[in-house]
């Protein structure tokens, strides 16, 4: 068990629907990342906050957006779905942003969009 | 632009026997790498990283790594595999100083066979 757990585990929605995936980092972790596992496109990052603010992009659509909160959690907003937006959604924490630290990952929320 | 490559899709062998998960990177200056595993319908585990120092790093459940320079290579390694080590294992990357982004390799699945 990593420390990072997301909420929910499973979500099956419809196309053109908005879900919201949460994130509670690592006890005392500042920085969240958001990823995503499909598998046409593998493992992609989507964005990087750190004690609430972002901090860097990846290949993160229009339609998606994200937050981090005073208490740290973070949550990912998934709009206007699509079913190419069906994939694992991974969210990770580490103590600061410096890159030479590891990434922790939660177990993953799995989004289904039918 | 840094990037990551795991040319086999697949690695199978025989328990007790050698097993090697291969990685190659590119990177503007010196990279920072890790490597992670992933067992079915679970989040990622951390192995083992490279920040600085000694080419050969070990890490968790008797995996270690070498870092090659030269090869821009950074495979893993384990003397001797067991059936609990199938798994898929991503190769990941990170450049110094920046903000967040690991870059995964497409993953290899590793089949330990009895």
């Known amino acids: 068990d990593s420390g990072v757990t997301q909420t929910p585990k499973h979500l099956i929605t419809a196309t053109g629907q908005r879900v919201t995936l949460r994130c509670s980092p690592r006890?005392?972790?500042?920085?969240v990342y958001w990823y995503q596992q499909s598998l046409d496109q593998g493992l992609q990052f989507l964005i990087q906050y750190y004690n609430g603010e972002e901090r860097a992009k990846g290949n993160i659509l229009e339609r998606f957006s994200a937050q981090q909160f005073p208490d740290l959690h973070s949550e990912l907003n998934l709009s206007s779905l699509e079913l190419g937006d069906s994939a694992l959604y991974f969210c990770?924490?580490?103590?600061?942003?410096?890159?030479?630290?590891?990434?922790?990952f939660g177990p993953g929320t799995r989004l289904t969009v039918t | 632009a840094q990037s990551v490559a795991q040319p086999e899709d697949q690695v199978n062998v025989a328990e007790g026997n050698p097993l090697t998960v291969k990685c190659t990177y590119s990177?503007?200056?010196?990279?920072?790498l890790f490597w992670y595993v992933q067992y079915p319908n679970r989040g990622l585990q951390f192995l083992l990283k490279y920040i600085t120092g000694d080419n050969l790093v070990k890490g968790s459940y008797g995996f270690e790594a070498e870092f090659n320079k030269s090869q821009t290579s950074f495979h893993l390694k384990k003397p001797s595999a067991l059936v609990s080590d199938s798994a898929l294992y991503f190769c990941?990357?990170?450049?110094?100083?920046?903000?967040?982004?690991?870059?995964f390799g497409a993953g290899t699945q590793v089949v330990v066979t009895p």
């Open positions: 990770a924490s580490s103590p600061t942003s410096a890159s030479s630290y590891e990434q922790y």
């Open positions: 990177v503007s200056g010196n990279p920072y």
């Open positions: 006890s005392g972790d500042l920085s």
């Open positions: 990941a990357v990170r450049e110094p100083d920046s903000w967040g982004k690991l870059q």
